[in-house]
């Protein structure tokens, strides 16, 4: 039994669903999938996992946002679940779902409990006193865990540092991509992409996939605009995703006179992600906080290289001068260096790019983190029936 808060596009939520599916073919088990309502402007996933014969058993008590009352009802219903159902694992993912599944599983006797970190709650942006709660809530929830796993190394050791569990409860499996989906272009294809976007043959592109939100880093590359101009007069932007800051980005865009340089293609079906990174030059990772961001492995996949902010797990990923350029969290001027850079000599460019792809097609296949998180439940069963 796979609990997760929501259904949106979003990594942990594709993960979710990957791992499910997946285990579908797994002669082993038999998944299930609950969760509560997709609210939100991001989309959503329900329709495929509908689709793809997936089990979804619908808690509408389980939102993102904090509320006693109604999370109380959640983990009522989720323990009323759990005692009908019988599960001999249940597997958590992120926070608010993570705390009430535990707690639910444990209280049912649910033989086997796992959890999965893919973005810790507390980060240096958070105010203290948040920070602290969340720490106390993680550390009460992984007592009720038999192991936790974390989609990026740095994850482990930030759980760890925090003291939220002892480091031979933790293991890494890194977030699957169906890889196949995420390929360069041909020539023609990537000219078509270009032209259904307004954008000429000789326009530089630098592309930013993530949700319109807070701590994505939209206003960064924004600010670097200006500067990337003086150096790369060709350059225009992508920004990829929908959100509740829309409006307040174009009202930047407006203010720093590039509001003629920026592209937003609103919400977008995960399936056609690739095709945006494929007709991009560069892309641009500039959030504050994420786990190991998807966007990452999917652009290299593409053999775009990518310019990112050195936070949490991207520098598993991105190898400085190798695969892209690594930089210093919140700094316009590097931001703004490191694409011209790159945009300047795209022989370089590209490859880092071709480095990314082999590196990737090993690290993110799903099919291996499915057959990993698979192992994993088999030697927790074992062990627990020794």
């Given amino acids: 039994m796979h609990i997760i808060t929501r259904m949106v596009l979003g990594g942990a939520q594709e993960n979710t669903l990957l791992t499910v599916e997946g285990l579908m073919g797994e002669p082993d088990f038999e998944p299930c999938l609950v969760t509560g309502p997709a609210i939100g402007p991001e989309g959503e996933l329900l329709t495929r996992a ?12 389980l939102r993102r946002t904090v509320n006693p009352l109604r999370d109380w009802r959640a983990y009522r219903r989720l323990c009323k679940i759990i005692r009908r159902e019988r599960p001999d694992i249940v597997h958590t993912h992120s926070s608010k779902a993570g705390i009430l599944g535990r707690r639910a599983a444990r209280a049912c006797g649910v033989p086997v409990i796992v959890h999965t970190i893919h973005g810790l709650p507390f980060h240096d942006y958070e105010n203290g006193l948040r ?187 991105v190898v400085d001068g190798v695969t892209g350029r690594l930089i210093e969290p919140e700094s316009v001027e590097a931001l703004a260096d490191a694409i011209s850079e790159l945009l300047l000599a795209p022989d370089k460019a590209r490859e880092m790019g071709r480095r990314g792809r082999l590196m990737c097609e090993e690290m993110f296949d799903h099919r291996s983190m499915v057959r990993k998180i698979a192992e994993k439940y088999r030697k927790l069963l074992g062990a627990k029936q020794k």
Wanted: glycine share 6%; hydrophobic share 45%; with cysteine.
């Fill in 131 to 317: 920070n602290r709660l969340y720490v106390f809530l993680e550390k009460r929830a992984a007592r009720h865990c038999d192991a936790i796993i974390t989609v990026a190394d740095a994850m482990t050791e930030k759980a760890v540092a925090a003291s939220i569990a002892t480091r031979e409860q933790f293991e890494t499996i890194r977030s699957g991509l169906e890889i196949d989906l995420f390929r360069p272009p041909k020539a023609d294809e990537r000219r078509r992409l270009r032209e259904e976007l307004g954008f000429g043959e000789n326009d530089r592109v630098i592309c930013k996939v993530a949700r319109l939100f807070h701590l994505k880093g939209h206003e960064f590359l924004l600010a670097a605009m200006p500067r990337i101009l003086k150096d790369v007069p060709e350059a225009k932007l992508l920004f990829v995703g929908n959100g509740i800051l829309r409006r307040t980005l174009e009202d930047s865009a407006r203010r720093l006179g590039i509001a003629d340089r920026l592209v937003f293609t609103g919400l977008v079906a995960p399936e056609r992600i690739s095709d945006y990174l494929g007709a991009s030059d560069i892309v641009a990772h500039c959030s504050l906080r994420e786990g190991l961001a998807r966007v990452l492995p999917q652009a290299l996949l593409c053999e775009v290289p990518v310019v990112s902010y050195d936070i949490d797990g991207a520098r598993e990923v």
């Fill in 50 to 61: 509908r689709t793809n014969g997936v089990r979804i058993i619908p808690v509408d008590d």
